[in-house]
């Protein structure tokens, strides 16, 4: 089994940041993509960024330039920093990842952790 579980949301004025986590726990051999999505109230999910295992990287345009994606992979723990928040970027953040259990199975399986909210908000 494995788990995914993001913290670092909260509440933060407009032009502030946060740092959120994601940790991957459980069976794991390797991890092929790990991701950052966002659902805000009444939308459809969107990536915000993600992070393959080959090392490239990919933005939402709407957080270019002001979020930022990393990982330790000794950690198994994905990051995003976000800086210069606006009212916008308002919603429930989720993590993704494409996680292959055994070296004896070629298996990839796609996890989702709970979610964590942020509020931007003066």
């Known amino acids: 089994q494995v788990q995914l579980v993001e913290s670092g949301g909260g509440l933060v004025q407009p032009g502030g940041s946060l740092r959120l986590s994601c940790a991957a726990s459980?069976?794991?051999?390797?991890?092929?993509?790990m991701a950052w999505y966002r659902q805000a109230p009444g939308k459809e999910r969107e990536l915000v960024a993600s992070f393959t295992s080959g090392g490239s990287t990919n933005y939402a345009d709407s957080v270019k330039g002001r979020f930022t994606i990393s990982r330790d992979t000794a950690k198994n723990t994905a990051y995003l920093e976000m800086n210069s928040l606006k009212p916008d970027d308002t919603a429930v953040y989720y993590c993704?990842?494409?996680?292959?259990?055994?070296?004896?199975?070629?298996?990839?399986?796609?996890?989702w952790g709970k979610g964590t909210p942020v509020t931007v908000s003066s």
């Open positions: 459980g069976s794991i051999f390797s991890i092929n993509v």
């Open positions: 993704n990842a494409v996680i292959r259990a055994s070296a004896f199975i070629p298996l990839d399986v796609n996890y």
